[in-house]
């Protein structure tokens, strides 16, 4: 691993140096000139604090930054952007042990990603940063983004990373049926109305310690989110029909075409709830925006599917010209009828 330290504070520089293993490099970098090559991680000490705004833009979202900051208040618009790191100054030797372990995991989980979330871009090297950095905590995700732009891909990739074994459970509010969604949530008793004729167990109990995936979140009605957001906060709910209180304990993730904060100006969350579940929010951007993955995406197609590569190469361009309002899922399917074409005609 390679770290670049912005500050001459000799403590700060050999705190650093006596937490790197073998093979590992430290040198120190000057803000005016560009990162060093073959750079993982770069140090900041509290010095150089007001240049983070700039530094941010201009960094490559795969190089993790390590900030000596007296404050995390500085780091705030940052820390959930999936490569930040704030550890407290001038007592940074506490923490840094532990928290270069940290970034050594999100760098293999990054590294694993990239079989999944394919492509080279900024966007696309935040999104895995962001995945990777979400695993690890248990604090609610939004994901947010047009249809085929990999939100529930992401969602699955954010549980599966984190090593929970139980199968996440899936809800797409909009399929909700109106009259029984508290019944569908929280469960019933039988008897509880004239269809109950036995008791069944609802979502929320069902995903007690994996994780609750709230698919167009924004579709869950105003009264079932204030329910929801009570059961977030006690862990506990009652099912339809029954005077006792049952526990659950769930990682929430939610998502929906626009963000919290498009949904909670359009009145379609309830502010308590926006301010209990906007903790990480994570764009997955639209293909259009990043069209230099669109090779990278069709190569990984090819090579999954065992197809001579550079059938589509003279095509390049016109298809990073394309609009995909559908995105990589509208590139997939052209692809499948693509190639579905060219094994019709080689079967015939």
Not at 50 to 57: D, L, N, Q, V
Not at 139 to 144: E, I, S, W
Not at 212 to 225: A, H, K, N, R, S
Request: glycine content about 6%.
């Amino acid at each position: 691993m390679k770290v670049v330290v912005y500050g001459e504070e000799s403590q700060f520089s050999s705190s650093i140096v006596n937490v790197l293993k073998n093979g590992d490099e430290m040198v120190l970098g000057d803000i005016n000139k560009n990162m060093p090559e073959g750079t993982d991680v770069l140090a900041i000490s509290q010095r150089h604090a007001s240049y983070i705004k700039e530094i941010w833009k201009r960094l490559d979202p795969s190089i993790s930054i390590l900030a000596a900051f007296e404050s995390p208040i500085d780091l705030v618009e940052y820390l959930g952007s999936g490569n930040v790191f704030h550890i407290p100054y001038p007592n940074t030797s506490n923490m840094l042990k532990s928290t270069f372990e940290k970034i050594r995991l999100h760098k293999v989980l990054e590294k694993r990603l990239q079989k999944h979330i394919i492509g080279h871009s900024r966007d696309i090297k935040r999104l895995r940063a962001q995945i990777a950095l979400s695993s690890q905590s248990k604090l609610p995700v939004h994901l947010y983004g047009e249809t085929g732009t990999g939100k529930s891909m992401s969602s699955k990739l954010i549980h599966t990373l984190s090593g929970n074994k139980k199968e996440c459970v899936y809800i797409n509010c909009s399929n909700l049926n109106s009259s029984i969604i508290d019944s569908d949530l929280f469960g019933h008793k039988k008897g509880a109305y004239t269809s109950a004729g036995e008791s069944r167990k609802g979502l929320l109990g069902k995903a007690n310690g994996t994780t609750l995936f709230l698919d167009e979140v924004g579709d869950l009605p105003l009264d079932t989110q204030g329910k929801l957001l009570d059961t977030i906060e006690t862990g506990s709910y009652r099912p339809v029909g029954s005077d006792i209180e049952e526990n659950t304990s769930f990682r929430l993730i939610t998502a929906a075409q626009k963000s919290l904060e498009v949904l909670l100006e359009e009145k379609r969350i309830r502010r308590d709830f926006y301010y209990r579940i906007k903790n990480i929010s994570i764009n997955t951007s639209p293909l259009r925006e990043h069209p230099e993955d669109i090779p990278d995406i069709i190569k990984a197609y090819e090579e999954k599917r065992n197809i001579s590569e550079g059938r589509l190469n003279d095509d390049y361009n016109k298809l990073m010209g394309y609009k995909w309002d559908g995105n990589v899922r509208e590139l997939y399917h052209f692809l499948d009828r693509i190639y579905a074409e060219e094994q019709r005609s080689q079967d015939i």
